[in-house]
């Protein structure tokens, strides 16, 4: 197969999308549709460069950023201390087994009115629910990791007498981070999808909320370019999450572990 | 080996219990407020009353109906393109680019433009799940079908078998491992989507159940749904469990 | 190019079922095969020697109809052979990758009989027949993965037999077998073709085996593959892993395909 059959793939997929986005140009255009729920692209466009221009994009993609950022630093982090714990401590697994798989269930969205009573509107509520639901693929990830790790290596850490510290960040930690590192990748992915729903729901801040505002208010066009911009954040996010993980952990192994969890 | 894990298993409920004791005890000494903490009584025999006078039984049957509703539409969805695109080179030109740009939208954000289209209804809930639930199982069931070993479609070649046959026999068989991690995955989607929506939506079921008695400071009441809302997530995955240990059978049986 | 064979027979290649006639293979800038003249007769079994790296696969594979020849043609029944077909059935060397895990043994071997479109009941009553003949009668429920490599290869044989095809092409069927299941099937094997009278294009690297199997032993040249040696096997039938591997025509075989095959390393 040569590169040219590849370069006519490449543009067979892009026919789709824009086909569409030029019939809904035309549709709107030439049908003088005035809708409350459609805008053609290029007002979409407009109302991008709008919200860009008089700060409205910046401010509310900082919010959900901020709010899925700091989430995801505190469960992620949460996350591997307890993977590693459960990891390590066979007895402590399985004691904690009953309880764990009680609480992990629970749609991290069915929290929102918990914290909604505790916290109010605002950063800490949409923060709370972004930890609760990035607690748990990094534990599992984590705990299977370090489980996966050959014991042979254990066996080289006794050898060494190397101190529960050491064995912990000289071997523990560096064979399981490919692994954890994926889930890093997941747990982004669930920072982002969680914050906007958070603040589509119930919260008074972020990209969620304002195009929650722009429907209510009835301007599909801004509406549909922050539904477009959230896409772009989190196509972006993920694509910076892939590039990372090749540039550390150029293995197959983490490749393939990569490919099942996205 | 079944009574040591049994033996395990009693231990780790003695803890939760134990949990369960500690939450008690806080709630008693009112160490957290009982307006945003009510004591394990409160809260199961708010579960108790819910299920005595049927409100509670109601609200969760919605959920569970549009959970399961959203979650079947959207299998079948992602099962059917996902097998397009898997057996026909020309599908997978043409859909994979906008597979990929739509993918990475949070299908929350998508809510806004559903309420658009079509208003605080029942069709947008289930369209709102639909969408969020299907990513997983269409690409398992891509993935699957590109993983079908070559010697069984030259197997499949040999013998004439039509497409439809290749698809059944073949491709959909092998891509079942892959396809039922996704439906659990995505049924835990639908569950959140389920509730997202109501609570949005104001339909009937835990999830507006949950923001009303979070609005009117009835935690009681707030805590059970959420248990409720707890043990359908456990319980629908222990189902999917159970029927992917059945349906895969073959694997376990063929470990020597 | 299509080709009559209608029973104007100039010479016995005529008659043959199966034949390549100047077959030749290039893949991009490799020459795989080149000038490959062979004719199989109806119940004829050809076993195919040769070093790694020689082509034998890729000869079955053009046999099968899995590929096609860059140069001449493969022709099955005098017609040009397009491709892959019932009547001449596959057995892999990967018998693993062949059968299908989430069936039985059973399920695996009615697989060709559904798309014959045979009634459930005509099914069953086949398959089970075919299990009996493979000697895996009352292991149909198992799943390969419960079987043993020789069990699996069995169930592949007996998928292949259920197809009633008029040719066989083996490729190194019991290569990843053990030394004694590889003799035992090799007896069972050669009783089964006797009952069927099925034409057989054997591959295998094990030279003595070739010999013991067939009626003609080809060997192929490397680099690029083609044709460098056949040798009639004029040993009696029923074969005998005693008395016939002690046979001394079997070892004056033996000792020519030895030195061929030293040769061709070379």
Not at chain 1, 119 to 137: N, S
Not at chain 3, 11 to 29: F, N, P, Y
Not at chain 3, 150 to 176: K, Y
Not at chain 3, 200 to 227: C, K, M, Q, S
Request: net charge neutral; proline share 5%; charged share 15%.
């Amino acid at each position: 197969m040569s590169g040219r059959a590849a370069q006519r793939i490449d543009l067979r997929g892009m026919v789709l999308p824009v086909a569409l986005v030029a019939a809904a140009e035309l549709l709107v255009r030439s049908r003088g549709l005035r809708s409350d729920a459609i805008a053609a692209p290029s007002e979409v466009l407009l109302a991008w460069l709008r919200a860009l221009v008089d700060g409205t994009l910046l401010s509310a993609t900082a919010e959900t950023l901020a709010c899925a950022v700091a989430g995801l630093a505190i469960g992620f982090t949460l996350g591997v201390v307890l993977g590693t714990i459960f990891g390590l401590r066979g007895l402590v697994d399985e004691l904690m087994e009953v309880t764990i798989e009680a609480i992990r269930p629970i749609p991290p969205v069915a929290l929102i009115p918990i914290a909604l009573l505790v916290y109010g509107f605002g950063y800490r509520l949409e923060i709370a629910i972004v930890v609760f639901a990035t607690l748990w693929p990094a534990m599992i990830f984590t705990r299977t990791a370090i489980r996966g790790i050959a014991p042979r290596l254990f066996e080289v850490a006794k050898a060494l007498e190397l101190s529960p510290r050491e064995r912990i960040f000289k071997i523990v930690i560096p064979a399981a981070l490919p692994q954890i590192f994926v889930a890093l990748r997941l747990s982004a992915a669930i920072s982002l999808i969680v914050a906007v729903t958070v603040e589509v729901t119930a919260n008074t801040i972020g990209l969620g909320h304002e195009m929650m505002m722009a429907q209510s208010s009835l301007h599909p066009d801004l509406m549909l370019a922050l539904l477009v911009w959230t896409g772009v954040l989190g196509w972006m996010i993920n694509a910076a999450m892939l590039l990372a993980q090749r540039l550390l952990f150029p293995s197959s192994i983490a490749e393939r572990t990569g490919e099942a969890a996205r | 080996m079944r009574r040591a894990r049994l033996a395990t298993l009693a231990a780790s409920f003695l803890v939760a219990v134990g949990f369960v004791l500690l939450w008690q005890a806080i709630a008693d000494a009112r160490l957290v407020s009982p307006v945003f903490l009510p004591g394990p009584d409160r809260a199961w025999s708010a579960l108790v009353d819910g299920f005595q006078n049927g409100t509670l039984i109601q609200k969760w049957t919605g959920t569970l109906e549009r959970m399961v509703y959203g979650w079947l539409l959207a299998s079948a969805l992602g099962i059917c393109v996902g097998a397009l695109i898997g057996i026909s080179q020309a599908a997978r030109a043409y859909l994979s680019t906008t597979i990929e740009l739509v993918r990475p939208l949070p299908a929350s954000a998508a809510i806004p433009v559903a309420i658009a289209f079509l208003g605080l209804s029942e069709s947008m809930v289930l369209s709102v799940i639909a969408f969020g639930a299907v990513w997983p199982t269409l690409l398992a069931t891509v993935h699957g079908f590109s993983t079908v070993h070559p010697r069984l479609y030259e197997v499949a070649t040999a013998l004439g078998m039509s497409r439809l046959a290749v698809i059944r026999k073949i491709a959909l068989p092998h891509s079942m491992p892959d396809i039922l991690a996704a439906l659990r995955l995505s049924l835990t989607i639908a569950l959140i989507l389920s509730v997202v929506g109501e609570m949005l939506a104001s339909r009937d079921g835990l999830g507006s159940w949950i923001l009303l008695a979070a609005r009117s400071f009835r935690s009681q009441d707030l805590f059970a749904g959420v248990i409720l809302l707890g043990v359908t997530g456990f319980v629908s995955a222990m189902l999917l469990n159970l029927v992917e240990a059945w349906l895969l059978r073959w694997r376990s049986e063929g470990r020597r | 190019m299509d080709g009559t064979g209608d029973g104007t027979a100039v010479t016995a290649e005529a008659d043959a079922i199966l034949e390549l006639k100047g077959a030749g293979l290039i893949i991009g800038s490799r020459e795989i095969l080149r000038g490959i003249d062979l004719a199989i007769a109806p119940g004829e079994f050809v076993c195919v020697v040769g070093p790694s790296g020689c082509g034998k696969t890729t000869l079955l594979r053009l046999l099968a109809g899995l590929m096609l020849p860059t140069a001449g043609e493969v022709t099955y029944r005098g017609a040009p052979v397009r491709r892959a077909s019932r009547d001449v059935a596959i057995v892999f060397q990967d018998y693993g990758n062949a059968l299908l895990p989430w069936r039985t043994a059973a399920a695996n071997v009615a697989l060709p009989l559904e798309t014959m479109g045979l009634a459930r009941d005509e099914r069953a009553a086949r398959v089970e027949t075919l299990l009996r003949t493979v000697g895996l009668e009352g292991h149909g429920e198992k799943f390969p993965g419960q079987m043993s490599g020789g069990m699996q290869q069995r169930v592949q044989i007996a998928r292949c037999l259920a197809q009633s095809p008029s040719v066989l092409l083996m490729d190194e069927p019991f290569g990843a077998l053990d030394a004694m299941t590889r003799q035992g099937l090799q007896d069972e094997f050669l009783g089964l073709v006797a009952q069927n009278s099925v034409t057989t294009f054997f591959v295998t690297h094990d030279l003595e085996e070739a010999i013991y199997l067939g009626d003609r032993v080809i060997g192929l040249l490397p680099n690029p593959g083609r044709v460098g040696i056949a040798l009639d096997v004029g040993l009696p039938r029923p074969r005998n892993q005693l008395t016939t591997r002690e046979d001394p025509e079997f070892l004056r075989l033996r000792r020519a395909l030895f030195d061929f095959i030293a040769r061709a390393e070379a």
